[in-house]
């Protein structure tokens, strides 16, 4: 069965400092990966996505950056975080090709920049 | 574009049924609908697809308009289980159902109390 994990679970980071958020997926190849950004009462915002290793594609523009060194890996950066940073951050996966089957959500990482 | 959920927020007893709808300005192939417990990752429930499906998921059912590009999301007899946010998510027509950009609403807080 399919698993995707994603860590560390909580995050206290001094503004300035850099961010390394990390998600793998395992029981599958070649899925679509997601990083979303949960805020309060703003639902759920695609930050990145990506359909193969290398393969990054940006929906906002911001300090943020995104990584695909493995085909299951996704990696969520940043050199140097901002307050407004702050979020529940959370990856999710979907199986590759035509849209029929729903996002599998890792359990998240909720960051506080201090 | 962002889907825009209603109502924002439902308190229901035990047994009582709801409705959350979701509406989108532009053509839609799918839509998603997740459940997030407090503190939790949304957790998928169903997918509609082009074509005026409905489904069902227990007592949980949803349907969707492609003409009206809306879906109505149905809870039936609810359940204490049943609390946490619902979220709607949509696929933009023309995608091919290539299953990325997937676009969350700000979701719904439905509580059942005893």
């Known amino acids: 069965s399919q698993t995707i994990h994603q860590w560390p679970a909580t995050l206290v980071q001094p503004v300035g400092s850099p961010l390394s958020l990390e998600c793998t997926v395992e029981g599958t190849s070649n899925p679509n990966l997601y990083w979303y950004r949960q805020a309060a009462g703003r639902g759920l915002q695609l930050l990145f996505y990506s359909v193969g290793i290398g393969q990054i594609s940006s929906e906002v523009p911001q300090n943020l950056s995104a990584s695909r060194p493995q085909d299951r890996q996704f990696i969520l950066s940043s050199k140097k975080l901002l307050l407004s940073d702050s979020g529940f951050y959370l990856c999710?996966?979907?199986?590759?090709?035509?849209?029929?089957?729903?996002?599998?959500f890792g359990s998240g990482t909720r960051l506080t920049v201090v | 574009q962002q889907p825009v959920q209603s109502p924002q927020a439902v308190i229901l007893r035990e047994g009582e049924d709801a409705v959350i709808n979701c509406s989108s300005s532009?053509?839609?192939?799918?839509v998603h609908w997740y459940r997030q417990k407090h503190g939790e990752a949304p957790v998928f429930l169903m997918i509609l697809l082009k074509g005026g499906e409905q489904k069902g998921h227990e007592k949980i059912s949803a349907s969707f308009n492609e003409k009206k590009q809306q879906s109505s999301l149905y809870l039936t007899a609810s359940q204490l289980s049943y609390s946490g946010t619902y979220f709607c998510?949509?696929?933009?027509?023309?995608?091919?159902?290539?299953?990325?950009?997937?676009?969350f609403g700000k979701g719904t807080l439905l509580t059942v109390n005893p």
């Open positions: 999710a996966w979907s199986g590759p090709g035509q849209g029929a089957v729903g996002y599998t």
């Open positions: 998510g949509t696929e933009a027509a023309g995608s091919g159902g290539s299953n990325y950009k997937l676009t």
């Open positions: 532009k053509a839609l192939y799918s």
